[in-house]
């Protein structure tokens, strides 16, 4: 069980059942009494989790707040028990959320959610900072869309309708309307891509959001393909284009 599994099933037993007892925790966990100590330590010097131990109980359970409860303990150096997926992840969210600013409404929301993060960088946010600088996590060149066409094209994969879709052409030779039942959205290589049915083709086809210059809402439903085959024929295969 890794780490970050590990402190979710910490929390999770403890809200389960309000307050277990660290022989129960180590049962559960299938850990030592080390690694218990250091995560149960973790999880509320560098995570802000309001875990107290409760004498009368013999367990821990979750105080009504609290900050970190060992402001004079020596902390861990931040990341050292990150995993390689543990750290891309981390510092890929906070990238995300940093880049989003403060001043926003949606970074506004969002900050508390930054500053846990910074948490389980480092204990400090000049600490987590330098742990930024010094491990980076490079996001592709991003290719901008045009206009509402993102906020079209994701409504219509929401409410089930079909479009047409006016797209430019690899070459630059022109455009070329398409009929098409949008079924997904994904995000790859820095591009928004959008997953459909072709009806002129009648097949699967994968369209690169930013050649898309106009979109335009039907009347009419749009087809259902499962997505288990959507997934086996464009996850699987070289990408087929509606343009």
């Known amino acids: 069980m890794e780490r970050t599994e590990r402190f979710c099933r910490i929390e999770l037993l403890i809200r389960?059942?309000?307050c277990v007892s660290f022989a129960d925790l180590?049962?559960?966990l299938g850990i030592s009494r080390a690694t218990l100590k250091r995560d149960l330590d973790h999880l509320r010097t560098r995570m802000d989790a309001a875990i107290v131990y409760d004498r009368e109980r013999n367990g821990y359970r979750f105080a009504g707040t609290g900050r970190p409860l060992r402001r004079g303990a020596e902390p861990a150096a931040p990341g050292v028990w990150f995993s390689e997926r543990e750290i891309h992840a981390l510092l890929t969210m906070h990238q995300l959320l940093d880049s989003l600013g403060g001043s926003?409404?949606?970074?506004?929301h969002l900050q508390p959610v930054?500053?846990?993060l910074q948490g389980m960088l480092g204990t400090s946010e000049s600490e987590a900072r330098e742990l930024v600088r010094r491990l980076r996590v490079v996001p592709p060149v991003r290719k901008p869309v045009r206009g509402r066409s993102f906020e079209r094209l994701a409504g219509a994969v929401l409410e089930r309708r079909r479009l047409r879709l006016t797209i430019a052409l690899?070459?630059?030779?022109?455009?070329?309307?398409?009929?098409v039942s949008p079924l997904r959205m994904i995000h790859?290589?820095?591009?928004?891509?959008?997953d459909a049915w072709c009806h002129e083709r009648e097949a699967l086809c994968r369209i690169p959001v930013p050649s898309v210059r106009a979109v335009q809402w039907l009347e009419l439903r749009a087809r259902e393909?499962?997505?288990?085959?959507?997934?086996?024929e464009l996850d699987a295969m070289p990408v087929r284009r509606a343009a």
């Open 225 to 232: 393909v499962p997505m288990r085959v959507i997934e086996a």
């Open 188 to 194: 790859d290589g820095g591009i928004w891509l959008l």
């Open 170 to 179: 690899d070459d630059g030779g022109g455009e070329r309307e398409r009929i």
């Open 114 to 116: 930054l500053e846990r």
């Open 26 to 28: 180590m049962t559960e």
């Open 104 to 108: 926003s409404s949606m970074g506004r």
């Open 16 to 18: 389960s059942r309000g």
